[in-house]
């Protein structure tokens, strides 16, 4: 079926520069995705999300880029803290009648260097 | 509120036994779901339900099963665990929203074993 992936599985970067995460979709009827951030033993953590009909969105030091066209996702961390090290993934669902499943991509671990 | 919350935190079985994952969340949420993880993958869903009475399979429900009598809880049981299913354990709800779920919470999850 089809599936969420990531394009980078680690991705390593020095404190106090930009982070940016990559992720590709390939259900083209997928509307509405999300990223998660999973810190070591626990769950996962709602970021931010944005919708089909939207190409960005900002939250608190993140923003979300969406490009529809070529089916993918950004995840960009600015100014990246030591507390920003986890593993980040992105996941899809659309709105179909009945459809209530989140597809996640396998991830990607962020190291920061401090 | 407690949000969601996830019984046992760790568990070691062996093959054949069962045994039942309990999750409860007290946001008065629709949806709940659960979720497995394995190493180096991403979440995969097993089961989730969109009300009390009301369950549907996820992409992985072969040895799972489910029940939903209540808003608040949504155990996931294993009736012969196997190896296969060693794994991390997600539980998570949501609010529905329109024709899809809105942003999920997760529990801390149940490490399960089975040798």
């Known amino acids: 079926g089809e599936s969420v992936g990531l394009h980078l599985p680690t991705l390593s970067v020095q404190e106090g520069d930009n982070s940016i995460i990559n992720c590709a979709y390939s259900n083209s009827a997928s509307d509405y995705f999300i990223w998660y951030k999973q810190e070591s033993g626990k769950g996962p953590q709602f970021i931010i999300d944005?919708?089909?009909?939207?190409d960005k969105r900002q939250g608190q030091r993140v923003t979300v880029l969406l490009n529809k066209t070529v089916k993918h996702l950004s995840l960009q961390i600015a100014a990246t803290q030591p507390g920003d090290s986890a593993v980040y993934f992105c996941?899809?669902?659309?709105?179909?009648?009945?459809?209530?499943?989140?597809?996640f991509g396998k991830g990607t671990k962020l190291s920061v260097i401090p | 509120n407690a949000g969601v919350t996830q019984t046992p935190k760790f568990q070691v079985l062996k093959t054949g036994q069962s045994m039942t994952l309990q999750c409860a969340q007290d946001?008065?949420?629709?949806?709940m779901s659960w979720y497995r993880q394995d190493p180096g993958m991403g979440l995969r869903l097993i089961h989730y339900s969109v009300g009390a009475g009301i369950t549907d399979q996820g992409e992985v429900p072969n040895g799972y099963n489910v029940s939903r009598s209540t808003t608040e809880d949504f155990p996931l049981r294993l009736l012969s665990a196997a190896p296969s299913q060693t794994s991390v354990y997600f539980c998570a709800s949501s609010q529905l929203a329109g024709g899809y779920t809105d942003t999920q919470y997760f529990g801390p999850g149940t490490r399960l074993t089975v040798l």
């Open positions: 996941a899809e669902t659309y709105s179909g009648a009945g459809s209530y499943q989140l597809t």
């Open positions: 946001m008065n949420h629709e949806y």
């Open positions: 944005i919708r089909s009909n939207m």
